[in-house]
């Protein structure tokens, strides 16, 4: 049984670009967050998807936008590239349901490094 | 506001010794889930233990145990008899109903030989 995925693992991008980073979840898992890690720092919530739509989202700017697909993937774009975007990016995955259960362990993968030159 | 306080930048421990690793926590929700994860080297978070606001019991998950004290609002993890490969990042994190989780800043855990 596959864990979660994410690609691509390393990605270096230029001020003002836009970028795209992909995830799939655990099998059997609905919902998938996305968490911004900036280096020696703890992982902050960008926002949470289930049934394809948003569910919860952090305080990030519009830049940030998401979408999740019929099979439970989901990418994360970020427009406009600031040198401050650049971090590690890690996706969960859970399994929640339409009530979005509080206490499900998530399951990570091993993250996406973006470096914004 | 919720809030998670881990003021251990770093540790140390001698291999086979146990640790304690603080986190203190801020809710005004009475139900929540405290979660433990460490994040080694390579990035990935490997979850380790769990605790719920209403269990009676503290968690334990092997050589990991969660000491949880609801009324000083603390959930620190213990690691029994600590081996070379626990040294990494430990993240001490916090989801009250229906809300997004919050990490704590993390502690470093260095395993000396």
């Known amino acids: 049984d596959a864990g979660v995925t994410q690609s691509p693992t390393h990605l270096i991008k230029t001020r003002g670009q836009q970028v795209t980073l992909r995830c799939s979840p655990k099998?059997?898992?609905?919902?998938v967050s996305w968490y911004q890690q900036a280096l020696g720092q703890g992982p902050q919530f960008i926002f949470q998807?289930?049934?394809?739509?948003?569910?919860q989202r952090g305080n990030f700017p519009d830049r940030f936008s998401g979408h999740q697909f019929p099979n439970y993937s989901s990418e994360l774009n970020v427009n406009a590239l600031l040198l401050g975007d650049s971090a590690l990016y890690l996706c969960?995955?859970?399994?929640?349901?339409?009530?979005?259960?509080?206490?499900?362990?998530?399951?990570f993968g091993p993250g996406t490094r973006l470096t914004v030159l | 506001a919720q809030k998670i306080t881990q003021t251990q930048p770093g540790m140390f421990v001698q291999e086979k010794e146990a640790v304690t690793l603080d986190c203190t926590y801020d809710?005004?929700?009475?139900?929540?889930?405290l979660f433990w994860y460490k994040q080694p080297s390579s990035g990935e978070m490997i979850f380790l233990i769990y605790?719920?606001?209403?269990?009676?019991q503290n968690a334990t998950e092997g050589r990991y145990s969660l000491n949880f004290q609801k009324a000083r609002k603390s959930a620190n993890l213990v690691i029994s008899a600590s081996q070379l490969g626990d040294s990494a990042m430990y993240f001490c994190?916090?989801?009250?109903?229906?809300?997004?989780?919050?990490f704590g800043p993390g502690t470093s855990l260095s395993v000396i030989p």
């Open positions: 969960a995955s859970s399994l929640e349901g339409y009530r979005g259960q509080s206490y499900n362990e998530q399951f």
């Open positions: 099998s059997g898992h609905d919902t």
């Open positions: 998807y289930y049934e394809e739509e948003e569910r």
């Open positions: 809710t005004s929700d009475p139900s929540y889930g």
């Open positions: 605790q719920g606001s209403y269990d009676q």
């Open positions: 994190a916090m989801r009250a109903s229906y809300d997004k989780v919050i």
